[in-house]
């Protein structure tokens, strides 16, 4: 069952990290993969350009949870910029790897990431250096 899926997978995938909602998130980005099903928010708290705090819920697989997990120990405490430099391969090799087969649904992460960051400027009208 667990063949294939890196210790670091395992641990994110049992113990995830910064799960749940912000409340007064700055951003929030919604990402989902249409094919396995898997649905992923993540939602931002940005203070003087940092993302001062990141959670997320994921509705999906055990590699989804364990990215969305990465994501926000990825990405907080970098700025808006840096966050949106983060790609899925950045959180596979976080992660020491994902299966081939899980790559596709599994990484939307950082595609949440990114969103959740746009909405931001979106809601804020800023625009990045």
Excluded at 34 to 45: E, T
Excluded at 48 to 67: H, P, R, S, Y
Excluded at 104 to 113: I, K, P, R, T, V
Excluded at 120 to 128: C, I, P, R, S
């Amino acid at each position: 069952m667990t063949e294939g899926y890196s210790e670091k997978v395992m641990d994110h995938f049992a113990n995830p990290r910064n799960v749940g909602e912000i409340p007064d998130a700055d951003g929030i980005g919604k990402v989902g993969n249409p094919v396995c099903g898997d649905l992923m928010w993540i939602y931002i708290k940005v203070k003087d350009n940092i993302l001062e705090d990141v959670k997320f819920k994921t509705f999906g697989c055990g590699a989804a949870i364990a990215t969305s997990s990465m994501i926000t120990e990825l990405a907080k405490g970098k700025t808006l910029e840096e966050g949106l430099k983060i790609s899925r391969g950045d959180v596979a090799d976080a992660l020491d790897g994902l299966p081939q087969v899980k790559l596709h649904c599994s990484n939307l992460a950082a595609d949440g990431l990114h969103a959740a960051i746009k909405d931001y400027l979106e809601k804020t009208g800023k625009k990045l250096s």
